[in-house]
């Protein structure tokens, strides 16, 4: 028998059911039957990944009562690895406003325009009331939304990419329509340069990813003042991605103490726009700067499942109502490949957990 690797689970001592637990410098673990799982459905699973059942999977992690019970890794992944988390990065964005809020540097009722006096000349801006929940919910009617065709102009690091989405105007009223928008979280990025006097990324290491234990990170950044991409330039570990789902999970607090606002993750994951469109068969509905999909069965409350998604088939998904997180990497083009973890959560590892 081959030894086994570094990141292989070994069984807990004794288990309790999470609730006072955090992660330190790495996750605890147990063997999914310790902690309430289906041994064999999760042996199966494991076996399945490993005969490559989903080919551009590269990693799929479980966590479950705060116990890594899985954790597979493929295609040159592995625990330490860098994986750019595409969209990830808008609702690691969206928590880190709640830093802020909670740091009373921002309220969601703020106006933008009061941000940004060196962009007054631009009506976009100072004309039609954009607010940061509108940016938050991603219903700020800014021309520049992922439909709009200008996303490549992001690639030019040096251009001023606040002013290129200030001045693709608004095609409707603030708060009118949703509409799936990377730019938002870039202005948000910008706010919290104005409002904490450093780049995001430098915000995010102190106030955000130093409390959680994340100590490795990379975001790659543009301009003005090396503002990150916030919408889709972030990377992280797999497991420090369970970290951030585990700030979901918990409320938003870490050894009980709160990292963002009061109520922040309520507000994150309340329905602001419903009906949003479908991944294959998932329907969509959108809070702010978080997924909310269809409920899974035999959860204790909703059954809600929230999720954190980028392209290529980067997830972080979490179900309150079974204490769950699952984290997912992967090089998905098809759309089929980019919701298979969303078909392993719903057919399998659900199932799997009481």
């Known amino acids: 028998m081959s030894a086994p690797t570094p990141w292989e689970i070994t069984p807990a001592a004794t288990v309790d059911d999470g609730t006072t637990y955090w992660p330190d410098t790495r996750w605890r673990t147990a063997l999914p039957g310790q902690v309430g799982m289906d041994s064999a459905a999760m042996a199966t699973l494991s076996r399945d990944v490993r005969r490559h059942r989903w080919p551009t999977l590269r990693s799929l992690l479980v966590v479950h009562h705060g116990y890594l019970v899985f954790n597979e890794y493929l295609r040159g992944a592995h625990p330490d690895s860098l994986e750019q988390v595409e969209g990830v990065s808008a609702t690691v964005t969206g928590m880190l406003v709640g830093v802020a809020a909670r740091e009373g540097m921002v309220d969601p009722q703020d106006g933008i325009a009061q941000f940004f006096p060196e962009y007054a000349d631009l009506r976009s801006l100072t004309g039609y009331g954009v607010r940061v929940d509108h940016l938050l919910a991603m219903r700020s009617c800014l021309g520049f939304d992922d439909d709009s065709g200008r996303l490549g102009a992001f690639n030019e690091y040096s251009s001023d990419w ?102 922040w993750i309520d507000q994150m994951r309340q329905r602001i726009s419903p009906a949003v469109g479908k991944w294959s068969t998932y329907s969509l509905d959108f809070g702010r700067m978080l997924w909310i999909l269809p409920p899974v069965s035999g959860a204790a409350d909703s059954g809600d499942v929230l999720a954190a998604s980028g392209g290529g088939g980067q997830w972080i998904l979490v179900v309150p109502g079974k204490d769950l997180v699952v984290v997912a990497t992967g090089e998905a083009v098809a ?12 057919d399998i590892v659900a199932p799997a957990t009481r």
């Open 335 to 346: 759309t089929a490949n980019f919701v298979e973890p969303l078909d392993v959560l719903y």
């Open 162 to 263: 606040l002013r290129l989405i200030f001045e693709s105007g608004v095609h409707d009223a603030p708060g009118e329509r949703w509409g799936y928008s990377s730019s938002s979280a870039i202005v948000l990025g910008g706010i919290l340069h104005a409002v904490t006097g450093e780049p995001a990324d430098a915000y995010a290491r102190r106030a955000l990813f130093a409390p959680l234990g994340i100590s490795r990170f990379a975001w790659a950044t543009g301009q003005p003042n090396g503002l990150p991409h916030m919408g889709l330039g972030l990377s992280l570990t797999p497991p420090d991605m369970a970290r951030i789902g585990y700030l979901v999970l918990r409320n938003g607090r870490w050894h009980d103490t709160p990292i963002v606002a009061d109520g």
